[in-house]
């Protein structure tokens, strides 16, 4: 290695050591819609709205597995490096429905990926020193393995009878894991290193030690996820070890993009920790916030879950069903609150109220567009000549005072139907299926797309989540400035 190599590697390796994080670190989320993905707007919905439809349901699998179903063109990113000798560049989905950090590793085989990946276009993936690798009776492998016990996970790893009866096994390694999507999968094994998030005015936020999962095969997924669930092995759950005053608190807001192109390159500010003095009436202190409390799943523990009172449509309030309200011993009921999601999914009583709710008010004084609702699996569509009067909506959550008022454009998508050359606008929530259908998992999804134009803050020291309105493409300009 060069003299300038090494100088340049050993100041990547200690400069964020050495740096205090007093109150706030701020990091880029972007936005991952291509305009060469879609060739169509109808096209973009219709693929983002199954994949909405297929993460949730895939949350209700009987199994204990993390359902990703990352969707292209609808999820939002980070850019971290990993090693440190020198560090090498990964971007990963950020993701509130999953616990754990993996990404692809060099040698890599993606199955059934054509069209999403492409070696020889490709950022060149990571490659891990296999000293890295995690021991079979770590807490991690226990808790990649879905809780299975230390002795049975040494076992699979060949350690010795009476290496395992005396806990001696930790030069064995912690097997491979395998995680599901709804529409893909992959395997992976446990591995630590450093790992670095830059910021856009400290150093590089640096975790040394940090556990991930490096997958060299997968099916249908070529880019990796940083789980920011409620986990042993979530991205804030370790950033808690490292830096204790950034683990307990984070929050994002997501700039209101309505899927234009220009908007969605804006970077979405992602805030870890809680405001100091300084940075007081810029956005996660508490002010405007409404919270909610967190409710405790006890089959998918990861899950940030509150519960829904009602909806309310103009001026009509539609009661939330019991199961919105609460979560069960079986994990069934309540609202995840999920930045992987796109679109929000409701049971099928809930949704079908909205619906009538739009039908009176919208469907009375505009043309029903059936064609559209078939291409983008949306709906009620509506076509319109000029303005389309829409109903005020507001989401209510179990709590005194905790009711979140959508502005228009996160529940009603308004474009140009192309065939036909006339204005059309959709209901931009879904039907998740009746309540039958839903055992063993949420009842309901918040989708990133309604939480657009707020800050949402997920205060774990409080168990509770928090919504505030904020303009987030000026939120991103303040937090920089201070």
């Given at each position: ?20 994080f ?44 993390d ?8 999820d ?6 990993v090693?440190?000798c020198?560090?090498?560049p990964?971007?990963?989905f ?7 950090i ?10 059934l ?10 950022t060149p993936?990571?490659k ?34 009476e290496s ?9 390694n912690?097997?491979?894991?395998y ?20 910021t ?15 997958a060299?095969?997968?099916?249908g997924?070529?880019?990796g ?5 409620r ?16 683990g307990?608190?984070?929050?994002y ?5 309505s ?11 992602l ?9 007081k ?9 409404v919270?909610t ?109 905790s ?6 454009r996160n ?5 140009l ?8 606008g ?57």
């Amino acid at each position: 290695m060069a003299s300038s190599d090494f100088f340049l590697c050993f100041v990547l390796c200690f400069s964020g050591l050495s740096v205090s994080f007093s109150d706030i670190v701020l990091l880029p989320l972007t936005h991952s819609l291509s305009k060469t993905q879609f060739n169509s707007t109808h096209h973009l919905l219709k693929s983002t709205s199954a994949r909405s439809a297929t993460r949730f349901h895939g949350h209700h699998q009987r199994r204990r597995q993390d359902y990703l179903t990352l969707s292209l063109g609808s999820d939002y990113t980070l850019s971290f490096t990993v090693g440190s000798c020198p560090p090498q560049p990964i971007s990963l989905f950020m993701d509130t429905g999953s616990d754990l950090i993996w990404f692809p590793c060099s040698p890599f085989e993606c199955i059934l990926c054509e069209g999403k990946y492409n070696p020889s276009t490709t950022t060149p993936l990571p490659k891990i020193h296999k000293n890295a690798t995690v021991s079979c009776n770590s807490p991690a492998c226990s808790a990649a393995h879905s809780s299975l016990s230390s002795s049975d996970l040494c076992a699979i790893s060949r350690c010795p009878l009476e290496s395992i009866e005396t806990s001696d096994c930790s030069s064995f390694n912690c097997p491979p894991f395998y995680y599901a999507y709804g529409d893909g999968s992959l395997i992976a094994r446990l591995y630590k290193d450093s790992l670095s998030a830059p910021t856009p005015v400290h150093p590089p936020l640096l975790l040394p030690n940090f556990t991930f999962g490096c997958a060299h095969t997968t099916l249908g997924e070529p880019i990796g996820v940083a789980g920011f669930g409620r986990g042993l092995l979530s991205l804030p759950a370790q950033l808690a070890s490292f830096y204790p005053q950034l683990g307990n608190q984070f929050s994002y807001c997501l700039v209101s993009h309505s899927f234009d192109h220009d908007r969605v390159r804006l970077p979405s500010p992602l805030i870890l920790g809680r405001y100091g003095k300084k940075e007081k009436g810029l956005g996660n202190d508490g002010a405007g916030f409404v919270y909610t409390s967190m409710l405790e799943n006890p089959k998918h523990p990861y899950f940030y879950c509150v519960g829904l009172e009602a909806i309310s449509v103009g001026k009509n309030t539609i009661p939330a069903p019991e199961t919105l309200k609460r979560v069960n011993r079986r994990g069934n009921g309540g609202v995840v609150v999920d930045s992987g999601t796109t679109f929000t999914m409701l049971p099928a009583s809930l949704y079908d109220a909205v619906v009538t709710q739009f039908e009176h008010r919208v469907g009375r004084m505009n043309e029903r567009a059936i064609e559209v609702e078939g291409k983008t699996g949306l709906g009620p569509c509506y076509y319109y000549d000029e303005v389309v009067n829409v109903p005020a909506m507001a989401l209510h959550f179990v709590g005194n005072g905790s009711s979140v008022v959508l502005p228009r454009r996160n529940y009603f998508y308004e474009f140009l139907d192309g065939g036909k050359k006339r204005k059309v606008g959709c209901l931009m929530l879904m039907n998740g299926g009746d309540e039958e259908e839903l055992s063993g998992g949420p009842g309901a999804t918040l989708g990133n797309y309604q939480q657009q134009g707020f800050e949402v803050v997920y205060d774990l020291e409080m168990r509770r989540v928090g919504f505030a309105r904020r303009h987030c493409a000026s939120l991103w300009d303040r937090l920089n400035r201070s």
